[in-house]
């Protein structure tokens, strides 16, 4: 059909002859309401009947917030945020899952030239042309080991069983004050996973990709131009090259001592972290007239279970109301929304105005300066909404420290705990010692680098 027209080259087709003999009746008992027709001042108004006979639809139904200002409707992508479908997404969608490697991250690095970090990737694939690779691929040849001559080359025997390999490997664990044993190309990537400071661990992954890099170096030295290297000549390249790394890199060392033995023995200079800045963090409360509102979101896992809270005072730290309520499995940022949203309904429906909204997050505050902020589309008519009402309450919206947020955070960390939406007058007993804290002003500190 098109329309309520039939196409008649498809009427004596075979291929829906269950379906034609049911189209009279489906046209027949086709729904003629609209959206538009169950709504009523700005609320569903669903027939009892179908509450009744299909109460999960209705609970779902009820659940979409109707926008205060007419806007078309839309086809969404549900699994993005924005629910647009870019290709990227429809890409992903239907990938395959992958296998989870923890070393690739290591081995793509700003701090080590790309080149260089190819060959580790193409180990790790087992793309390396050693071979034992080439006969996979249909070419038989005699094998020998180029630099020892002793055995057939193989990708791990050429790089971790070699007498050449076996020396400069050697080496590097005597560097690292180490016993290495390898039984899998993976197993060298494990000593990038010990506790060091983040300069040490890209020194010991610089040293892992150009010892690699070497080794293989040495091999086609060995090979095509009938030279053998020195493995002590090989150490000289690894030291020079992950000097250049470690003293280019940005990151930053710990004062141990394990760590400045072993950037000494690849000529790295150490970088110290910048010595912390105590700042000084203290809640200031309102102007006369008007009301403070300290919210904060919270998610046990990003996404994971989700909470948020806040707290409205007035100009001499008075609690004139706060809120707790869980969001069940939402991201950080979801629930920092949920919270400012909550706290400009309650102000409307207080009758509340001139409300400075205060938050921890960042990306709320920006989204409130930014009106082209795109939040995730099963926020968007809440939030357009909220905006609305945000307009009318005479409001601000400000950055504050976390330190300075804590009866907020602990409303919102309240808040995961819960089945439902609770509100105080009063204030309860888990917040009652910070509010006496911000009532006499005595500060929190934030350590800052």
Known sequence: MRGNKFIHHHIFSSIWSSVKEEVPTILDQALTSTVSDYLYNGQWNL????????????????????????????????????????????YSFKLQPLQDLHWTKLIWSPDIPPSKSVLAWRLMHDKVPTDDNLKISGCS?????????????????????CEFAIKIWSWFANCLDMVLQFTSMEDMWKICDINWSPQCKIVITSALVNLISSIWTARNHARFNNKQTNWKSSISFIIASISLSGNNSKKTSSNSIRDFIILKHFNVTTHHPKTPVIKEIIWQPPLFNWIKCNIDGASKGNPGLAGCGGVFRNHVAYLLHCFAEPLGIASSYHAELCAVMSAIEIAHRLNRNNIWF??????????????NTVVSWNLRNRWYNSLLLFRRLNGIVTHIHREGNQIADSLANFGCTLSSYTSWQ?????????????????????LCT
Not at 59 to 87: A, R
Request: proline share 7%; net charge negative; glycine share 2%.
């Open 141 to 161: 040849l005699p094998s020998m080991c180029s630099l020892c001559c002793k055995s057939e080359e193989s990708s791990f025997h050429i790089f971790f069983e």
């Open 47 to 90: 027939p009892p009947q179908l509450a009744q006979h299909y109460s999960a639809l209705s609970f779902l139904v009820q659940k979409v917030i109707i926008p205060t200002v007419s806007n078309p409707d839309k086809l969404l992508w549900k699994h993005t945020n924005s629910g647009d479908l870019q290709l990227f997404d429809a």
């Open 358 to 371: 205060e938050t921890d997050s960042t990306l709320v505050v920006q989204a409130f300066q930014n009106s």
């Open 426 to 446: 009063q204030a309860p007993i888990f917040i009652s010692n910070n509010l006496a804290k911000n009532k006499l002003g005595i500060p929190s500190f934030r």
